[in-house]
């Protein structure tokens, strides 16, 4: 019985068979409902998530899980790494291809493991990686490494930091299978491409590390029952149609205040695990009620 070729690496841009199209699709929708069922995900964005364009995930390790995890709340196809030997027998190598795995020989040297990522990211794909390096061993955030700084800038391309708890206490890395639980996402801003090129890799390393412990720590105070935080942009527009209406009360007798809509961005909602719906529009400022006649 011959052994499958080694498939050819150099060119992995994002191409999707009719086959990968349609098996990504269906797992996609059968392991989401699973999902919810099981493990509860809960996740929310902090930015919309660019539906184009190299992207660059930067996820904290808990667990086997994590892969499909974001895979299932992303609206986008995302590319994990993978052994190559994984490719050389057929069918899981047809498989694992489906699902946009990007190869990586361990046996090789980093640098080649680093070109392969590059290339896919300069191709307009977006690709997960763990910087921890590892699985956490007791359900904490682990050291970030720097290998992930000199990949985001070769590529030139933004980066979105992603924290993942509760998927180590449904699947561990003692326990042969996993057990239900509760999973929650926390994605943060996205770092745009312009200020990854203008940081010195250490100083990149020392950002990400900051935000993956910020996103940590508010997804397990979520997780846990805590109230979700206002975000910025939700204060601003509070505040703002405040002012209006104060300004409102205060207009002199017979002025009329004229009525203009806030136009903000949107702040996205704490979702579950179900396709997002687009928030309704701001209300504009009320009007108030001109004095009655004089008699």
Not at 97 to 107: F, G, H, K, M, N
Not at 170 to 194: H, M, S, V
Request: with cysteine; glycine share 8%; proline share 11%.
């Amino acid at each position: 019985m011959t052994r499958a070729a080694e498939p050819d690496h150099a060119d992995i841009a994002p191409t999707h068979t009719l086959f990968g199209r349609m098996f990504y699709d269906t797992l996609w929708v059968l392991c989401r409902n699973l999902g919810v069922a099981l493990f509860g995900i809960r996740y929310r964005f902090a930015d919309p998530l660019p539906r184009e364009g190299g992207l660059l995930v930067l996820s904290s390790h808990q667990s086997h899980l994590d892969p499909l995890l974001l895979g299932l709340v992303c609206e986008r196809r995302l590319s994990s790494l993978a052994r190559s030997s994984l490719f050389r027998w057929g069918p899981f190598g047809a498989i694992i291809s489906a699902l946009d795995a990007v190869p990586i020989d361990r046996e090789a040297s980093s640098v080649a493991a680093m070109k392969t990522v590059i290339r896919k990211l300069r191709g307009g794909g977006a690709v997960t990686i763990f910087p921890e390096g590892t699985r956490t061993r007791d359900g904490r955030l682990g050291d970030v490494q720097s290998g992930f700084a000199l990949v985001a800038k070769r590529a030139g391309v933004p980066i979105l930091p992603v924290a993942i708890v509760g998927a180590w206490e449904c699947w561990p890395r003692t326990r042969l299978l996993p057990l239900p639980g509760r999973i929650r996402l926390e994605f943060g801003p996205i770092i745009p491409a312009a200020d990854v090129a203008a940081m010195d890799g250490s100083t990149l390393v020392a950002l990400v590390t900051q935000k993956l412990t910020e996103l940590d720590a508010e997804a397990r105070r979520l997780r846990d029952g805590g109230a979700a935080e206002s975000s910025p942009r939700r204060a601003a527009l509070t505040a703002a149609k405040s002012a209006g209406r104060r300004r409102a009360t205060e207009s002199p007798a017979g002025e009329k205040e004229a009525s203009v809509p806030v136009e903000m961005p949107p702040s996205p909602p704490e979702e579950p695990a179900s396709p997002a719906h687009p928030p309704a529009p701001a209300a504009p400022l009320e009007e108030p009620s001109p004095p009655p006649p004089r008699a």
